[in-house]
């Protein structure tokens, strides 16, 4: 079965601070990827798919990459809004989401 | 726009089958080549697939779940249903209903979600 380790669990940052999420499976999942961003008590909602395509209107501060194993998540320029957690998911077998990384503003 | 929504009881006693539909407003889902998507998250926890279905009606489930569970369309009401036999307080979970695409891997759209809790 396939894994998905996130890390860090959690992160602060400062506004406009850069921020990195490293997302790893356990096997090769080509770029069979997905990112979501989850606010407080709302849904989920797809930010980057297929690793590093960026969703119809999701600001082009958000970005992906990576293929194989290993992947990355990053916010150019952290925003009071983007306060969220934030899950990888791979669809290479089935579907599984990561375990999440929280970010706050410092 | 395409709008989904959960409905369902939010309290259903252990051992019992969870039962929940999604409405799709907006769209079609005959008309459309999408599967859709049932999601759960327990509170204060992270997001499990539990299975997908295709308009035609093609299924594709969680194997720690398949046993229990059953997805079913009817596209004469443009809904989709979650039936989750003999729960128990683990099931406990906000459920979420999702557009996916055309293939299963994606959730592109998401219902609110609703919130069913297991307890006697």
């Known amino acids: 079965d396939i894994q998905m380790t996130q890390s860090p669990s959690s992160l602060s940052a400062s506004v406009g601070d850069r921020v990195t999420i490293t997302c790893q499976a356990s096997?090769?999942?080509?770029?069979?990827l997905n990112w979501y961003q989850q606010k407080p008590g709302k849904a989920p909602k797809l930010l980057i798919y297929?690793?590093?395509n960026l969703e119809t209107g999701v600001p082009s501060r958000f970005s992906g990459s990576g293929s194989g194993t290993d992947f990355t998540f990053t916010i150019s320029s952290l925003q009071p809004e983007d306060i969220a957690t934030y899950y990888c998911q791979q669809y290479d077998n089935l579907l599984l989401f990561g375990p999440g990384t929280k970010v706050d503003i410092k | 726009q395409l709008q989904l929504q959960e409905s369902g009881p939010g309290l259903v006693k252990p051992s019992e089958t969870l039962s929940l539909t999604c409405t799709v407003s907006?769209?079609?889902?005959?008309?459309?080549?999408?599967?859709w998507g049932w999601i759960r998250q327990p509170p204060g926890k992270g997001l499990e697939w539990i299975g997908s279905i295709y308009y035609s009606g093609s299924t594709y489930y969680n194997p720690s779940l398949k046993s229990r569970v059953t997805i079913s369309v009817d596209t004469s009401k443009n809904q989709f249903s979650l039936k989750l036999s003999s729960v128990t307080a683990a099931d406990t979970a906000v459920y979420y209903c999702?557009?996916?695409?055309?293939?299963?891997?994606?959730?592109?759209?998401w219902g609110q979600g609703t919130l069913v809790t297991v307890s006697s």
């Open positions: 297929d690793a590093s």
């Open positions: 999702a557009r996916q695409g055309p293939s299963p891997g994606t959730c592109y759209r």
């Open positions: 907006g769209g079609s889902i005959s008309s459309s080549s999408y599967y």
């Open positions: 096997q090769d999942i080509s770029n069979y």
